[in-house]
């Protein structure tokens, strides 16, 4: 087994310990926002269409049904505070991707590709248009993302993608030694500031008429099918003649989908701003999004403000499938982390970590969400974004709204809407099986992106992965 280039320059523990040394545990994104309170929902009200969840998905879906229908009475249940969860905590990578990238689309669905791309594409449209119609301050800027070559074996991956760069080239757009070679999407993504979008859609939805209601924990659902759905709260009812659940990474309300995801946590650091000699010591200059060619890959970008936000690598997953906020706090990761960010950029020697956090992401097998109903046709759901849900969360939410209208439309005779992923097994052998994929597709980075045995297995079976 080889080495990779973050064990073969590894730098100074001293510059990590410095770096660290004053870094507060907290999300630099919820940090840098002012909230609206929403009340909590202590009564029994009847509402048209009730949304369980305050992220980009449920705000999403309760924004897309007002445009459809002004007069519908939408109500959306949050169990904590607006955004706080994955839509407040995550890298801010706006991607057209429907499918957890090019590849992994490829290989589940051929003969869809061209399609879901281009779909991919006017949502991602349709999000830069909501943003100008509506006035939403988040930061939006639509740079695109280079991936990195950091490895010689990932030059020959990038080499036949449109917007390749040699090593000259991508030196040109971002200085780090590690960059071998690069591939610049400059169309496919955009930079947002995640926290100022998330609630941004939430004044958006109330502005139409959406009542939002804050900590009020959805605990289950009653109902068959035959009249409204019950939502039931700790404190109070909605009597609803359709329900979209956005629970994202949360356990389901609905047991069917109980083993569908698990919650992998993900972990990230922010720095402090960049002086203007530090900036220009790696140029970057067009702000795109990075993100490297490995299994575990690392992705960063720019804030508003030149800091950068530097995540990704470990992926760890929990006995149990819990989501708990003391596995937010794993020093391990973050040193890590720490460790690859001045391997990456070492003429920032003495740059300092203002933030650092982690957020649980809802993976699942295919790791691009999957869509479905309940109670013949009165509940919608949409989930599994594993990671991707910051753009795809808009079409998700158009998805559960075509389904609970009944209709037939182009994203619902999709083959990737009609058809579920893989569940995973129950414990023990979840645990066993993810962290055995987990050193699996470590092994391949190590030795040279060569899937073995238990890869080449799970990509038969169509739980393998390749973004």
Excluded at 211 to 232: K, P, Y
Aim: charged share 25%; with cysteine.
């Amino acid at each position: 087994m080889g080495t990779t280039v973050f064990e073969r320059r590894r730098p100074n523990p001293t510059i990590v310990d410095n770096a660290l040394r004053d870094t507060a545990f907290a999300v630099f994104w919820l940090d840098d926002v002012q909230r609206v309170q929403h009340p909590p929902l202590t009564a029994t009200i009847d509402a048209d269409l009730a949304i369980v969840g305050g992220g980009y998905t449920g705000l999403w879906t309760a924004i897309r049904a007002k445009e459809r229908d002004p007069q519908r009475r939408v109500v959306l249940l949050e169990a904590s505070r607006v955004a706080w969860a994955a839509t407040g905590r995550n890298g801010g990578f706006c991607e057209a991707s429907l499918t957890h990238g090019h590849e992994n689309g490829l290989s589940r669905w051929p003969d869809e590709i061209d399609q879901l791309e281009r779909m991919g594409l006017e949502n991602l449209d349709g999000i830069e248009d909501s943003i100008r119609r509506y006035g939403i301050d988040a930061d939006f800027e639509r740079t695109g993302q280079l991936a990195l070559a950091v490895e010689p074996h990932q030059v020959e991956w990038l080499r036949e993608e449109e917007g390749f760069l040699d090593r000259e080239a991508v030196q040109a757009e971002v200085h780090s030694d590690t960059y071998l070679a690069g591939s610049w999407d400059k169309e496919g993504c955009a930079m947002v500031h995640p926290a100022k979008l998330g609630l941004e859609l939430a004044r958006v939805a109330a502005d139409l008429g959406v009542e939002i209601f804050e900590q009020s924990r959805v605990q289950r659902l009653d109902g068959d099918g035959s009249g409204a759905v019950t939502v039931v709260t700790d404190r109070g009812r909605v009597n609803a003649q359709r329900v979209a659940l956005a629970t994202n990474v949360f356990p389901s309300l609905l047991k069917r989908n109980a083993l569908m995801t698990v919650p992998v946590y993900d972990y990230v650091l922010m720095t402090e701003p960049l002086s203007t000699e530090q900036l220009a010591s790696i140029g970057w200059s067009n702000r795109q999004g990075l993100a490297d060619s490995a299994n575990q890959f690392h992705y960063y970008r720019l804030s508003a403000d030149n800091r950068i936000l530097f995540g990704g690598y470990d992926a760890i997953y929990h006995f149990g499938g819990k989501v708990r906020a003391e596995y937010e706090d794993r020093m391990e990761s973050h040193r890590k982390l720490a460790e690859h960010f001045f391997t990456t950029f070492p003429q920032l020697e003495g740059l300092r970590f203002t933030h650092r956090w982690a957020g649980a992401i809802d993976s699942c097998s295919r790791f691009c969400a999957f869509y479905g109903t309940a109670r013949k046709g009165r509940i919608a759901y949409a989930t599994g974004f594993t990671g991707l849900g910051v753009g795809a969360s808009r079409f998700g939410a158009d998805v559960m709204l075509d389904k609970l209208a009944g209709e037939k439309t182009e994203r619902t005779e999709l083959e990737m809407v009609r058809k579920k992923p893989i569940p995973f097994p129950p414990e023990p052998a979840a645990a066993m099986g993810v962290n055995m994929v987990r050193a699996a597709m470590d092994r391949a980075d190590h030795n040279e992106g060569r899937r073995g045995p238990l890869l080449k297995v799970l990509d038969a079976v169509g739980m393998g992965f390749d973004s």
